[in-house]
């Protein structure tokens, strides 16, 4: 019997995890023999308060799972949270995956301390010391964001680190407390550092630019983004991610002690992003250019609230009509609209390792499935008008200031 334990187990990722580790004998996870598993999920949100898929959903009542609602930045939780559902307590957990995080932009320093810094040091150090025996491997999520922001070379995973969001540093600060103690205690531990995640349950990744599109199908204006399209917006699908949790414990001698960027090779940016989205929206897309995001950065935050207002009103308004309930939302922290690169090298994980991405770009098939995920439980409003998605076009290059695509200054993102 393999015995998994998910730290965070409800989230965008661990609900998409589960699926790969629950998944038939033909599939990726296999070698993780499903019909001899048991999962155990960890999370303070009970599954049917996360807005969960049909699909998702009935993962939590699979009788290989067990779930417990614990606050993992709680100490006196995680006795509760690290204990063997067989009640056996010399049982071992073959692998833990710590994706418990505060994900969200625009939190005090106290809490991303909180619940990023100190929970993981928590649970790493009761991982280390409590269990009667090391799992195979620790798994411990983190983020791309810790790089420095350029967009001359991709970051491989000995680049610069200088955190751009407030969760990344404490992200980072993580990585460290988290590596120490590894180290010290000989725990088998790999970290990952994510891209920008997208696929099905995406709320913060690539979802809050395809809210804000959504909001222009009627209106008849141009959906303008701050800077130009190349700024950097490299992605990673989470089913990838979650195969490469799978490949980490399959094969932990290659992963021990070792830190593993994720992210495709299809080198997104802002140009092709938003290009799908126009496609699948039927609306016009643009870039304000360099000159007027320089004014507003000025004022940043008074031009991010005029921007995230222009979407805030529309967007209640489309669901109203359509009796939608949701909690998916256009807004954008400041944090992420600043001239901020995700310019992430991913594949020393597949020459080193031999893991391959099942998706290897950004498509808008892929974003169109997202999007249509949503649309089926009952989040988003069905209003996509592409239904023949040509093939994916290659990226635009860096551009001149001038010369963005359709650009209406009268009616843009700053507006």
């Keep these: ?28 996870a296999a070698a993780l023999s499903p019909a001899l598993l048991h999962v155990k999920v960890v999370d303070k949100k009970h599954p049917k308060m996360q807005h969960l898929s049909q699909d998702h ?25 690290f204990s063997h559902p067989s009640g056996d307590a010399s049982a071992k957990w ?3 995956v710590n994706l418990a995080a505060e994900t969200a932009n625009g939190c005090s320093h106290s809490t991303y301390e909180a619940r990023c810094l100190n929970l993981s040091k928590n649970c790493v150090e009761y991982a280390s010391t409590h ?3 090391p799992p195979t491997l620790y798994v411990e999520m983190s983020t791309a964001a810790v790089y420095a922001s350029q967009n001359r070379t991709p970051a491989k995973e000995d680049a610069q680190l200088s955190p751009w969001t407030v969760q990344a540093q404490y992200k980072l600060k993580a990585e460290e407390a988290v590596t120490e103690v590894a180290h010290h205690n000989t725990l088998p531990l790999v970290i990952f550092r994510p891209a920008i995640i997208y696929g099905n349950g995406d709320k913060s990744g690539l979802m809050p630019r395809a809210v804000a599109a959504a909001t222009y199908v009627n209106t ?8 130009d399209g190349a700024l950097r917006m490299n992605t990673v699908h989470v089913v990838d991610v979650c195969r490469a949790v799978v490949h980490a414990y399959q094969n932990p001698s290659q992963f021990s ?44 935050d008074g031009a991010v609230e005029v921007a995230n207002e222009k979407h805030l009103q529309p967007w209640g308004k489309l669901c109203a009509e359509r009796n939608i309930d949701t909690v998916l939302s256009p807004f954008i922290h400041r944090e992420l609209l600043e001239r901020n690169h995700v310019n992430v090298d991913g594949s020393a994980i597949s020459t080193s390792t031999g893991f391959v991405y099942q998706h290897p770009e950004l498509t808008p098939q892929l974003l169109k499935g997202m999007i249509m995920d949503a649309v089926e439980t009952k989040l988003f409003p069905d209003v996509l008008v592409s239904d023949t998605i040509p093939e994916s076009e290659g990226k635009a290059g860096e551009e001149e200031e001038g010369e963005e695509t359709k650009i209406d200054n009268t009616n843009n993102f700053l507006r």
């Design 57 to 81: 959903s009935a993962l939590y009542d699979d009788e290989r799972v067990t779930f417990a609602q614990c606050d993992l930045s709680r100490k006196s939780m995680l006795d509760k949270a």
């Design 94 to 96: 073959d692998l833990i």
């Design 257 to 300: 002690s070792k830190i593993f960027n994720l992210s495709d090779c299809g080198d997104s940016d802002q140009q092709r992003v938003n290009g799908y989205l126009g496609e699948l929206f039927g609306i016009n897309v643009g870039f304000v250019g360099r000159m007027l995001s320089n004014v507003a950065r000025i004022n940043m």
């Design 220 to 227: 008849g204006e141009s959906m303008n983004f701050l800077w």
């Design 1 to 28: 019997m393999t015995s998994v334990l998910i730290l965070g187990g409800t989230g965008f990722v661990a609900r998409n995890l589960l699926s790969q580790l629950l998944a038939t004998p033909s599939s990726p």
């Design 131 to 133: 269990l009667s025996a």
